[in-house]
């Protein structure tokens, strides 16, 4: 195997001249021998036209010293969190909010690992969670410790979380050892870097989400629901606004972040979020329905909670349809490019693209609930349709499968805005 092929996944282009003009690149090097291959990466960076600040590690700095990152980036390096003088030129919240990047190359196992956790327990970790930018880092360690299934569960983590993961690549080590592990080239990480920043898919575009359950109240104490998290019309809210779009979220009662740059607009039942989504929707580009909502709603809503009659009594709930959001946006006219989600438990296709013509839908997401997907986990997997093609995305994080998602949305209205 060559080492190109080792990660293949990844798309290089050649690094263009002045691709990172004027970008702010915070460079995080950690305690590895490819701590030296740092040196180089402030090169290129620079060569691309970025302004380089850098961090080391303490392991780093036993490596390599904080001197020759200093002449390089032409900027003082900063070791740690404790350097009374340097916090008083420039903080390390100031650091964390200056850097329109953070890039850790070399990330080692450990490093990994802490930011998995969340530690904030030196300067570099600390600014990774003090940082809006976004994160990528670039693995180097023994092979053995890469395939390791906790640092293979930490990648995968952080890239749920929506950290770029650049290589590792496979070749010989410095331990003597032949496998993935290998630092990528410094010409291949810029290249990467100025990928992801290049021209974003929906940027421009207006975006409107819906997410999570919907609640039908019985009584003041009790309600029909069930059990969506919100967690995946989160995560293609976040990806939408990553891609560069204006994002509008109307969420069900679900305990999640907003994204960072989306409005979130809060509601309970069906007919809030039939109503907010609604309002917005003539005025939206693409229309998301990722919310699980309810089919159906009490008749009445008991202004007081209702009692047992006696022992033995039941109770019986008499319920009225929904609006379907869905089809009432698909129904507009002019109408926003409409995207639907379906969760079946069998004959996942073929339910699906009935719905996706049912509905009148450009695209429908289709998932299968239960084993351990779906719903109530982190991980998904997704089939899209649309009238003329499919594509399977498989098993992932429910952010990488948001971001596959919105790249499929780009790429439909931009053959349908030059056809
Ligand atoms: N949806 C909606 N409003 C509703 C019901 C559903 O906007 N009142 C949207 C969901 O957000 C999802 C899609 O419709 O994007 C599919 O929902 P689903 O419940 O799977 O489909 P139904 O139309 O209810 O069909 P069925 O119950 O027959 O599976």
Same mark, same amino acid.
């Given at each position: 195997?060559?080492?190109?092929? %080792? #990660?293949?996944?990844?798309?290089?282009?050649?690094?263009?001249?002045?691709?990172?003009?004027?970008?702010? =690149?915070?460079?995080?090097?950690?305690?590895?021998?490819?701590?030296?291959?740092?040196?180089?990466?402030?090169?290129?960076?620079?060569?691309?036209?970025?302004?380089?600040?850098?961090?080391?590690?303490?392991?780093? !700095?036993?490596?390599?010293?904080?001197? &020759?990152?200093?002449?390089?980036?032409? #900027?003082?390096?900063?070791?740690?969190?404790?350097?009374?003088?340097?916090?008083?030129?420039?903080? #390390?919240?100031?650091?964390?909010? /200056?850097?329109?990047?953070?890039?850790?190359?070399?990330?080692?196992?450990?490093?990994?690992?802490?930011?998995?956790?969340?530690?904030?327990?030196?300067?570099?970790?600390?600014?990774?969670?003090? &940082?809006?930018?976004?994160?990528? =880092?670039?693995?180097?360690?023994?092979?053995?410790? /890469?395939?390791? !299934?906790?640092?293979?569960?930490?990648?995968t983590l952080?890239r749920s979380r $929506?950290?770029?993961?650049?290589?590792?690549?496979?070749?010989?080590?410095?331990?003597?050892?032949?496998?993935?592990?290998?630092?990528?080239?410094?010409?291949?990480?810029?290249?990467?870097?100025?990928?992801?920043? $290049?021209?974003?898919?929906?940027?421009?575009?207006?975006?409107?989400?819906?997410?999570?359950? &919907?609640?039908?109240?019985?009584?003041?104490?009790?309600?029909?629901?069930?059990?969506?998290?919100?967690?995946?019309?989160?995560a293609?809210?976040?990806?939408? %606004?990553?891609?560069?779009?204006?994002?509008?979220?109307?969420?069900?009662?679900?305990?999640?972040? &907003?994204?960072?740059?989306?409005?979130?607009?809060? =509601?309970?039942? !069906?007919?809030?979020?039939?109503?907010?989504?609604?309002?917005?929707?003539?005025?939206?580009?693409?229309?998301?329905?990722?919310?699980?909502?309810?089919?159906?709603?009490?008749?009445?809503? %008991?202004? #007081?909670?209702?009692?047992?009659?006696?022992?033995?009594?039941?109770?019986?709930?008499?319920?009225?349809?929904?609006?379907?959001?869905?089809?009432?946006?698909?129904?507009?006219?002019?109408?926003?490019?409409?995207?639907?989600?379906?969760?079946?438990?069998?004959?996942?296709?073929?339910?699906?693209?009935?719905?996706?013509?049912?509905?009148?839908?450009?695209?429908?997401?289709?998932?299968?609930?239960?084993?351990?997907?779906?719903?109530?986990?982190a991980d998904n997997?997704?089939?899209?349709? /649309?009238?003329?093609?499919?594509?399977?995305?498989?098993?992932a994080g429910k952010v990488e499968l948001a971001?596959?998602?919105?790249?499929?949305?780009?790429?439909?209205?931009?053959?349908?805005?030059?056809?």
């Open positions: 195997m060559t080492r190109r092929e %080792a #990660h293949a996944p990844e798309r290089f282009v050649p690094v263009r001249e002045g691709g990172l003009a004027g970008v702010r =690149v915070l460079l995080g090097v950690s305690g590895g021998i490819a701590a030296y291959k740092g040196a180089e990466l402030v090169r290129r960076l620079r060569d691309a036209g970025a302004e380089v600040r850098v961090v080391l590690t303490e392991n780093a !700095a036993r490596f390599v010293t904080a001197l &020759t990152f200093q002449a390089l980036s032409g #900027h003082p390096v900063r070791t740690s969190l404790w350097d009374e003088s340097a916090e008083a030129a420039m903080g #390390h919240i100031e650091l964390a909010r /200056w850097a329109d990047e953070v890039v850790i190359a070399p990330a080692s196992a450990d490093l990994l690992a802490r930011l998995a956790q969340g530690q904030a327990d030196d300067l570099l970790t600390t600014l990774c969670l003090a &940082t809006a930018a976004p994160v990528s =880092v670039a693995p180097a360690m023994n092979q053995q410790m /890469w395939a390791h !299934a906790a640092t293979q569960a930490n990648a952080l $929506g950290v770029n993961v650049f290589g590792p690549a496979s070749g010989g080590q410095a331990c003597g050892e032949f496998g993935a592990g290998r630092l990528l080239e410094a010409d291949e990480i810029v290249s990467l870097l100025q990928a992801r920043r $290049g021209p974003r898919e929906l940027a421009g575009a207006r975006v409107l989400v819906s997410a999570g359950p &919907t609640y039908e109240d019985i009584d003041p104490v009790r309600f029909i629901g069930n059990r969506s998290s919100g967690r995946m019309g989160f293609v809210a976040e990806a939408a %606004a990553r891609a560069g779009a204006e994002v509008v979220l109307v969420a069900g009662p679900v305990a999640l972040a &907003t994204p960072v740059g989306v409005e979130r607009i809060d =509601v309970r039942s !069906a007919r809030e979020m039939h109503e907010a989504v609604l309002a917005r929707a003539k005025s939206a580009d693409v229309f998301i329905a990722a919310a699980a909502v309810g089919d159906f709603r009490p008749r009445d809503i %008991a202004v #007081h909670k209702l009692k047992k009659a006696s022992r033995d009594s039941g109770l019986e709930l008499s319920l009225v349809q929904n609006p379907d959001i869905l089809a009432d946006v698909a129904a507009l006219e002019p109408r926003p490019f409409v995207v639907g989600f379906a969760a079946e438990t069998e004959q996942v296709e073929a339910h699906a693209r009935a719905k996706l013509e049912r509905k009148r839908l450009d695209l429908i997401a289709a998932n299968e609930v239960g084993a351990g997907l779906g719903f109530e986990s997997a997704l089939l899209l349709l /649309w009238p003329d093609g499919r594509e399977a995305l498989e098993r971001c596959a998602l919105v790249s499929r949305i780009a790429a439909l209205r931009a053959a349908r805005a030059s056809a």
